[in-house]
């Protein structure tokens, strides 16, 4: 027993003495993968207040449309619908976004003040970016392989 013990000790003693080394280099790539995610963070608020617009504005272009060309099947779905799908779309942009900038302006303070908490909080959003695009990935791969199915049933039933 007492051997295990001190078994545990050693490996723990062994774990405690790795670190992780961030040299100048790394904390250099760091620095301007952040500068580019502010970037990419502020174009995506840009794009998601344009998508709110536009949702808001969703009437008056199916007016203009359905004088224009009143056959348009774009005016059968009517502006609630439209105000609310590029509602969505502007969430599903602005969420990134919003991760992206936390990531930067947390990993810039990491960076800057070799602040070891920031650069958690930094990687823990970047994390969520990714795991989000790849949460979203699936489901629209998913969509499209149903797509894809029930066009080739549609296909053969006809």
Do not use: H
């Amino acid at each position: 027993m007492e051997n295990t013990e001190e078994g545990n000790g050693a490996f723990e003693s062994e774990i405690q003495d790795e670190k992780l080394i961030i040299t100048e280099d790394i904390r250099s790539y760091i620095y301007d993968s952040a500068k580019w995610t502010q970037f990419l963070a502020v174009v995506g608020f840009v794009f998601s207040a344009f998508t709110i617009l536009f949702a808001f504005g969703s009437g008056a272009f199916l007016s203009t449309l359905a004088s224009v060309e009143p056959g348009n099947p774009l005016i059968k779905l009517g502006s609630g619908f439209l105000t609310a799908m590029f509602l969505v779309f502007a969430l599903l942009y602005f969420y990134p976004s919003l991760l992206l900038y936390n990531y930067s302006t947390a990993a810039k303070t990491a960076v800057l003040y070799a602040d070891q908490e920031g650069l958690v909080v930094a990687m823990k959003k970047l994390k969520s970016f990714f795991k989000f695009w790849g949460i979203l990935m699936i489901i629209f791969i998913s969509f499209y392989v149903l797509a894809t199915i029930s066009s080739v049933l549609m296909a053969v039933g006809a």
